[in-house]
């Protein structure tokens, strides 16, 4: 089992920055998949952006060139750089993680972290 706390959401303008940050309570190295969702009002959550153990990463087509992902193994943190910000970045982030066990797999949840793109 893996608990997840996001941080760093909040108001920013068109055009700003903002960096998540998703703290896990146990090491993340070997984590199948760890990654960012968001969910709009009156939309379905989405995938924004996934990085795997081996180091690979996906992005949302919305997000590409302006957002990164990133993952630091020894803070056991997976950080979401949203750069460009647009208001239709306007959601509620939610952080991922994928555990394998054997031919199946388990999913967790941070409580999740708003994200207001306003002028």
């Known amino acids: 089992q893996v608990q997840l706390v996001e941080s760093g959401g909040g108001l920013v303008q068109p055009g700003g920055s903002l960096r998540l940050s998703c703290a896990a309570s146990r090491s993340i190295f070997s984590i199948y998949a760890m990654g960012w969702y968001r969910q709009a009002p009156g939309k379905q959550r989405e995938l924004v952006a996934s990085i795997f153990s081996g180091g690979s990463t996906n992005y949302a087509d919305s997000v590409k060139g302006r957002f990164t992902i990133s993952r630091d193994n020894a803070k056991n943190t997976v950080y979401l750089q949203m750069n460009s910000l647009k208001p239709e970045d306007t959601a509620v982030y939610y952080c991922?993680?994928?555990?394998?066990?054997?031919?199946?797999?388990?999913?967790?949840w941070g409580q999740g972290t708003q994200v207001t793109v306003s002028s």
């Open positions: 991922h993680a994928r555990l394998l066990r054997g031919t199946t797999y388990n999913d967790y």
